[in-house]
C-alpha cells in the first residue's frame, strides 16, 4: 500500500532568519513535511522597503540561513514578489495545507499577514519579543506609553520561556526552483561601499558567537557601553533585527546585567508603539512638532550624512556608519541631537538616512531613538535638552573613536581633538557648521515658537 500523501507546511521566513527557539519551524516540522520560503517582498512596504545596508545583511543571512537547512537535508526556497500574490500561489501550486510564520509589527507586515490570512490558512506564531507586544499592559488595561512602567510590568512576566532547540531534522516537500540569491542583486557592486562591513558575520552562527562573546564582558556593560572607544555593548542589534537570534536566547545568556536586559526591553518597547501608532515613523507624536520652524538645508544635511560637520564627534559616527552600517549608541544620540536641533532639520530626514544606511534599520527602534532625540515622541527626551557634542565627546573619551574614524585628526591631542578649531584648525577639516551657543540659541528659539 502506498504511504498517504500528507500535505506540506509552509515556513514564512521574514525577520526570524534561524532554526533554533523558532516557533513557526517547530510548528511545521512537528506537522510533516515543509518548504521553507522567504519572499522578497519590496511592494508591500513600498517606499520603506528595505534600505542598502540591509540587504547586503539579507543577502549574507539568507546564504547562511539556506546552507543551515541544507544540513537538515531541506531547501530555502526563494520568491520575490508581493506576500500576499506569490504565498497562496505557492500554496495553491504545492498543495500545502497551512503556512506558519512568527508575528511581525510594521504597518506592512500586518497588511502581508492580512494578505496572506485572506486566501490560506495562517497560523502566526509568538517568538521574536520578550512579551508578545500589546500584552503587556496595565492596571487599567491600556498598553504603555512609557517606559519604564513598562519595563516594571514586563520583568514581571520573565523569564521568558525556555529557548527550544531546532527540530531534530526536516523533511523537505516537493516545491518549484525559485530564484537564485545572486539574481536579486541585494549586494552593492558599482561602488561596492560594504568593505568595511566585513566586521559582521550576518547568520544565525555569527549572531550566537557575537552573544557568547559578549556574555564574558557583559558584568561591565553598564559603564563601557557609554564609551565609543570601547567594545562595551553586544553588537548585537542587527543580528536581533533579523531574528538571527531570539530575545529569550539573549537574556538566558546574559544573567550578570540587568541594564543590558532593560535595553532588550527597549526594543519590545519600540515595537509596542509601532503597533500603537503605526504611522510613528512619519508623524511627530507631540502634534506642536508638526509645526516646528523646520529648516530646508540640503547642504547642511549633506555634510551630516558625509561626515563633514566639523565637530570630530559627530564626524566620528557618521563615517562608523558610512563604512561599517553601524554607529554607537551614544554618538547616534549624539549626532540625531545635532541634526534636528543644531541644524533644525526634520527628523524624518535623519531617520530615512539610517533607514538606508545602518544594517540594523529597524522601524520601532529607529523611530522611538529619532523622536526620542527631537522631543516628540510619546515617550521622550525634553526638548530643551540639547547635547554639547564637545562636552559628550571629552566626558565619554572619544579621542581614539575620533582617530580610528577622521583619521586627518589623528595627531591631535586628547583634548584637542574634541575642538580642532580652538586649537587653530587643521587643513582639510572643516570648520564647524554652526557654533554651539547659537545653534542652541536658535533651537530653543524655535521650540518656543512652535509652541505659540
Ligand atoms: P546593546 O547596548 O548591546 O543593546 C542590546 C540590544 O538592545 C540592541 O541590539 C537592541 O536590539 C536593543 N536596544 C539597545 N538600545 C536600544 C534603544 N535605545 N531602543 C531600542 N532598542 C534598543 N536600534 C536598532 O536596533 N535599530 C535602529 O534602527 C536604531 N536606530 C536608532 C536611532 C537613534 C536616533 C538612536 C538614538 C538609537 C537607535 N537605535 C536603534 C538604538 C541603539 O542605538 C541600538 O540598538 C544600539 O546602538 C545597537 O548596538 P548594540 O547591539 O551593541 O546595543
Redesign the pocket.
Known amino acids: 500500500m502506498p504511504k498517504a500523501k500528507t500535505t506540506a507546511r509552509i515556513i514564512w521566513f521574514r525577520q526570524d532568519l534561524r532554526l533554533v527557539d523558532q516557533q513557526a519551524v517547530r510548528a511545521a516540522a512537528a506537522a510533516g513535511p515543509v518548504i521553507p520560503v522567504y519572499v522578497l517582498d519590496d511592494e508591500t512596504p513600498g517606499e520603506w522597503r528595505i534600505g542598502g545596508a540591509q540587504r547586503w545583511w539579507l543577502h549574507h543571512s539568507l546564504a547562511a540561513l539556506a546552507s543551515d537547512l541544507e544540513d537538515f537535508g531541506a531547501r530555502l526556497l526563494l520568491l520575490r514578489g508581493r506576500a500576499g500574490t506569490v504565498l497562496p500561489e505557492l500554496a495553491r501550486t504545492t498543495g500545502a495545507g497551512a503556512i506558519h510564520a512568527l508575528w511581525h509589527y510594521e504597518p506592512w507586515a500586518r497588511v502581508a499577514q492580512d494578505e496572506v490570512a485572506a486566501q490560506v490558512e495562517l497560523h502566526l506564531h509568538d517568538g521574536n519579543f520578550l512579551a508578545p507586544p500589546g500584552t503587556v499592559r496595565s492596571g487599567s488595561g491600556a498598553p504603555y506609553r512609557i517606559f519604564t512602567p513598562f519595563w516594571n510590568a514586563l520583568k514581571h512576566r520573565m523569564p521568558p520561556g525556555d529557548v527550544q532547540p531546532a527540530p531534530d531534522s526536516l523533511t523537505m516537500a516537493e516545491a518549484p526552483a525559485g530564484d537564485v540569491l545572486a539574481d536579486w542583486k541585494l549586494l552593492p557592486t558599482s561602488p561596492d561601499w560594504s568593505g568595511g562591513f566585513d566586521v559582521w558575520t550576518p547568520g544565525e552562527a555569527g549572531a550566537r558567537a557575537t552573544l557568547d562573546k559578549?556574555a564574558e564582558t557583559a558584568w561591565d556593560?553598564e559603564r563601557a557601553?557609554n564609551y565609543p572607544a570601547e567594545t562595551?555593548?553586544?553588537?548585537?542589534?542587527?543580528?536581533?533585527?533579523f531574528g538571527e537570534v531570539s530575545?529569550a536566547a539573549?537574556w538566558h545568556a546574559v544573567p550578570d546585567s540587568d541594564s543590558?536586559r532593560r535595553?532588550?526591553?527597549?526594543?519590545d518597547?519600540?515595537t509596542g508603539l509601532i503597533d500603537q501608532f503605526p504611522d510613528y515613523h512619519e508623524k511627530s507624536s507631540r502634534t506642536q512638532f508638526e509645526k516646528f520652524g523646520f529648516r530646508n538645508a540640503p547642504d547642511d544635511l549633506a555634510a551630516w550624512q558625509h561626515g563633514r560637520t566639523g565637530y570630530p564627534i559627530v564626524d566620528a559616527g557618521m563615517r562608523q556608519l558610512w563604512a561599517t552600517g553601524?554607529?554607537?549608541?551614544?554618538v547616534?544620540?549624539i549626532?540625531?541631537s545635532f541634526l534636528v536641533k543644531h541644524l533644525l532639520i526634520d527628523?524624518r530626514a535623519?531617520?530615512r538616512w539610517?533607514?538606508d544606511t545602518?544594517v540594523?534599520?529597524?522601524?520601532?527602534?529607529?523611530?522611538?531613538?529619532?523622536q526620542?532625540?527631537m522631543g516628540s515622541g510619546v515617550d521622550s527626551s525634553p526638548f530643551n535638552r540639547i547635547f554639547a557634542p564637545v562636552g559628550q565627546s571629552a566626558r565619554f573619551e572619544a579621542a581614539d573613536y575620533i582617530r580610528d574614524w577622521v583619521p586627518e585628526l589623528k595627531h591631535l591631542s586628547d583634548t584637542a581633538i574634541h575642538a580642532p578649531w580652538e586649537h587653530g584648525g587643521v587643513p582639510g577639516y572643516p570648520p564647524p557648521l554652526v557654533d554651539h551657543a547659537v545653534a542652541r540659541a536658535r533651537a530653543l528659539a524655535a521650540y518656543a515658537a512652535s509652541k505659540a
Open positions: 559578549f556593560y557601553r562595551g555593548s553586544s553588537r548585537l542589534s542587527p543580528h536581533l533585527h530575545p539573549v543590558f535595553e532588550i526591553g527597549w526594543r518597547f519600540s553601524w554607529m554607537h549608541n551614544r547616534r544620540m549626532a540625531a527628523w535623519g531617520s539610517f533607514w545602518l540594523d534599520a529597524d522601524l520601532g527602534n529607529n523611530s522611538l531613538g529619532w526620542w532625540i
